[in-house]
């Protein structure tokens, strides 16, 4: 029998991943671990958290930086080794993994109206211009939804975020870009 798919492959296989029953108590735990740059996120939420297993009594994180220079990974590193020493894990390891690097389909539809609501262009709320090449041309205002936009400088905030203006309520903001 042929099925249709209600979500993306990748979003299915994370839940997949997040619902091994071994390790289903930690990805719950790792909920309260946020962003610092963008405290709405869940790290969960953002996709860099990308793999939780227990090996001999150990617990491993494996987490993946938008960029490979994201200055938020040490924050991160050290919020993930807390929260889990706090709830009882003191034997625990955070790896980075740069490798596959990560997309912006690994953010959650959740952490995507998140960022909205928090006044940050999701990734997916780009048109492309007329010539199909600029994928971030009109990002959508999280503000009033005009996508009567310009991009103002290719980096806003941070490396992983351009810096937008609405034409018609004037009003700056960032879009995180998709990669």
Request: include cysteine.
């Amino acid at each position: 029998m042929n099925e249709i798919s209600l979500m993306p492959e990748e979003q299915y296989q994370r839940l997949q991943q997040r619902n091994t029953a071994d390790v289903k108590d930690l990805w719950d735990l790792l909920d309260a671990v946020k962003d610092p740059e963008v405290p709405v996120l869940s790290i969960w939420d953002l996709g860099i958290l990308r793999n939780i297993s227990r090996e001999d009594g150990r617990i491993i994180v494996t987490i993946t930086p938008t960029y490979s220079g994201c200055p938020a990974m040490d924050n991160i590193s050290t919020d993930v080794k807390k929260a889990l020493n706090e709830a009882g894990y003191d034997d625990v390891i955070v790896k980075m993994s740069l490798s596959p690097a990560w997309s912006s389909e690994w953010m959650s539809p959740e952490g995507r109206k998140k960022l909205r609501n928090y006044g940050i262009a999701p990734p997916e709320d780009a048109d492309l211009d007329d010539d199909g090449l600029t994928p971030d041309a009109h990002a959508q205002c999280p503000h009033c939804s005009s996508r009567n936009t310009r991009r103002v400088s290719e980096f806003g905030s941070t490396a992983c975020k351009a810096l937008f203006q609405c034409n018609d309520c004037n009003e700056p903001f960032d879009y995180f870009k998709k990669i």
